[in-house]
T-cell receptor, first 112, second 113 residues
Framework: AQSVTQLDSHVSVSEGTPVLLRCNYSSSYSPSLFWYVQHPNKGLQLLLKYTSAATLVKGINGFEAEFKKSETSFHLTKPSAHMSDAAEYFCVVSGRRGNLIFGKGTKLSVKP | KAGVTQTPRYLIKTRGQQVTLSCSPISGHRSVSWYQQTPGQGLQFLFEYFSETQRNKGNFPGRFSGRQFSNSRSEMNVSTLELGDSALYLC????????????FGPGTRLTVL
């Protein structure tokens, strides 16, 4: 069965410092992996997607994620946090039933 | 290009009632998926429709149902509402393959009293 675990429910960083949001996945086959972001009172937006083409995936707004099969990880990073990055981030794995399986989410706070 | 729209945005119902939520996908998108988001369970997949047919289904009771029309618009229905059905219901559309990027609507916030 497919599953995804986000290792931190809340991450707090200072503006201008790096961001690391950790995600581990479990899948019986080669899955597609995604990161989505949800700003307060806004819909979910796709940040980036991994579909086996390249292990380092670049997304929007300076975010990127690295797929590591040996570690079953897909961590999200950004070199320098901006106040506008404050939101909830979801790591997502494709399920067998045409569905997306979401992690519990990581709330990112950015301090000035 | 207009995004995914959901109506209504907010609903308040009482236990035992039924409710219908509506979703209009992005023009040209034929796959529509529904998700339930709650603080305790997070985001959970309800079902996916493609070309007016339910193609995939999550682990929800039969009180949750849906349909899709020929113009790809979709509705979901919840009958005999329970307090635990209070949630944000999200609709997402994609061109055809739900494993490609799904575009999400703002959601319908359902409160069951």
């Amino acid at each position: 069965a497919q599953s995804v675990t986000q290792l931190d429910s809340h991450v707090s960083v200072s503006e201008g410092t790096p961001v690391l949001l950790r995600c581990n996945y479990s899948s019986s086959y080669s899955p597609s992996l995604f990161w989505y972001v949800q700003h307060p009172n806004k819909g979910l937006q796709l940040l980036l997607k991994y579909t086996s083409a390249a292990t380092l995936v670049k997304g929007i707004n300076g975010f990127e994620a690295e797929f590591k099969k040996s570690e079953t990880s897909f961590h999200l990073t950004k070199p320098s946090a901006h106040m506008s990055d404050a939101a909830e981030y979801f790591c997502v794995v494709s399920g067998r039933r045409g569905n997306l399986i979401f992690g519990k989410g990581t709330k990112l706070s950015v301090k000035p | 290009k207009a995004g995914v729209t959901q109506t209504p945005r907010y609903l308040i119902k009482t236990r035992g009632q039924q409710v219908t939520l509506s979703c209009s996908p992005i023009s040209g998108h034929r796959s529509v998926s529904w998700y339930q988001q709650t603080p305790g369970q997070g985001l959970q997949f309800l079902f996916e429709y493609f070309s007016e047919t339910q193609r995939n289904k999550g682990n929800f009771p039969g009180r949750f149902s849906g349909r899709q029309f020929s113009n790809s618009r979709s509705e979901m229905n919840v009958s005999t509402l329970e307090l635990g059905d209070s949630a944000l219901y999200l609709c997402a559309s994609s061109l055809a393959d739900p494993y490609n990027e799904q575009f999400f609507g703002p959601g319908t916030r359902l409160t069951v009293l």
